[in-house]
């Protein structure tokens, strides 16, 4: 049996009329960059997270970095945020001059600690960027009351959280600016790069709306240097032909993670976590094993695909050692990149296939 990290075209098997019919509305107006498709994505890509805004970009990287641009950061400036998640968190602070500070992670959620905020710097601070690993969100109401004290802004990276939620409230509700991504592989993918920030911010909203189109709020005059980061049409039909299947994607995925959990339990593993009052979508199941090499060789000799999330933390990538950071530094981040191992998730697994996965995990320990 051969098992794949995710199976999109047993998706895709499902949804393909739907799919298609919009894709073609799309060729029918030939109207490729923005427009009506495109509104009505950020439309209801906002009403998702319960905010007034939604704005279409290339990707969520852009998402990211043009939302950093929106707070007017300046080189310099401070960025607080996780040593583990995807490089783009981090290179959205650096590519800008600004510098991130970096702060360890909770081992239970692999997500930035709230509590180890209050030893973070006060002064420069202009902005607090945390992820929502692997589908659940982190301590945001924690996050946020620090970085009000220190006059902060909060930018979620919800790349990895589209539908999760915390008391609640929706990851892309908590922050002054959220970045999601439709990355084929995410939660809600699309045929290709694509991107979406979200704010209630009115004056946020339509500076955004300037920088993703070169900064020009009309066409030819720009008063800002902004960038070409712009959400295409054919992206926007494909996600909303697939948007009203990601609540039942999302339980899915729930429903596995809920299985392996009982299937896995008793081994040498760590398994993981959904805290208190936290809805998880599992855009991955991540366990923790001090075996992880040899468990993951293991699966892969029999047609099992994993992966690691992330094999090095931020600190330690090699195009950030000028920041002088070193190993030592996050031991619950550097820990991690060492035990994490995530298994296949995604709704179209199967019993079978299920079944397959939690034998072979199973027999690797015995
Ligand atoms: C996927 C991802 C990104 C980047 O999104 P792209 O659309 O690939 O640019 C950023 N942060 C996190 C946490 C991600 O998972």
């Known amino acids: 049996m051969k098992i794949p990290p995710l199976d999109l075209q047993a998706q895709y098997a499902e ?12 060729f029918t107006t030939q109207r490729f960059i923005l427009g009506p498709i495109v509104e009505e994505l950020e439309a209801k890509i906002a009403s998702l997270c319960r905010v ?10 852009d998402a990211l970095l043009l939302s950093l641009m929106a707070l007017d950061l ?19 602070i650096t590519r800008l001059g600004a510098r991130p500070h970096f702060v360890d992670v909770d081992p239970v959620t692999c997500n930035l600690d709230p509590d180890l905020l209050a030893q973070a710097p006060v002064a420069g601070v202009k902005a607090v960027l945390p992820v929502h690993l692997f589908g659940q969100l982190v301590c945001a109401e924690e996050i946020i009351s620090w970085a009000d004290s220190v006059g902060a802004a909060v930018v979620e990276d919800a790349c990895q959280a589209i539908g999760a939620t915390r008391q609640n409230r929706p990851a892309g509700n908590w922050g002054k600016l959220t970045g999601f991504s439709f990355y084929p592989t995410k939660n ?20 955004l709306r300037s920088l993703r189109d070169h900064g020009a709020k009309k066409r030819y005059f720009h008063d800002e240097v902004g960038v070409n980061s712009r959400l295409g049409a054919l992206q926007a039909a494909v996600l909303l ?3 009203p299947h990601l609540e039942a994607w999302n339980l899915k995925r729930r429903e596995i993670a809920d299985r392996y959990r009982n299937r896995l339990a008793g081994l040498p593993i760590t398994l993981p976590v959904e805290l208190p009052g936290n809805y998880h979508i599992y855009h991955q199941f991540v366990l923790r094993s001090n075996r992880r090499d040899e468990l993951k060789a293991y699966l892969t000799q029999e047609g099992i695909f994993t992966e690691i999330y992330y094999p090095v933390p931020l600190h ?49 320990f015995g």
Not at 52 to 61: F, L
């Open 241 to 243: 032909a697939k948007l």
């Open 316 to 364: 330690l990538q090699d195009c950030f050692a000028f920041l002088g950071y070193q190993t030592g530094d996050f031991p619950q981040a550097e820990r991690a990149a060492k035990e994490v191992l995530a298994l296949p998730i995604f709704p179209e697994l199967g019993e079978e296939r299920f079944e397959y996965v939690c034998e072979k995990v199973r027999g690797f």
């Open 74 to 92: 300046k080189p310099g400036d401070i960025v607080v945020t996780t040593p583990l998640s995807f490089f783009s968190t981090v290179s959205a």
């Open 188 to 207: 809600l993918g699309g045929a290709g790069d694509g991107g979406m920030i979200v704010t209630d911010d009115d004056e946020l909203n339509a500076h």
């Open 52 to 61: 007034k805004h939604g704005i279409g970009v290339a990707s969520g990287s």
């Open 15 to 26: 949804i393909s009329v739907d799919v298609m019919r919009r894709v073609q509305e799309v």
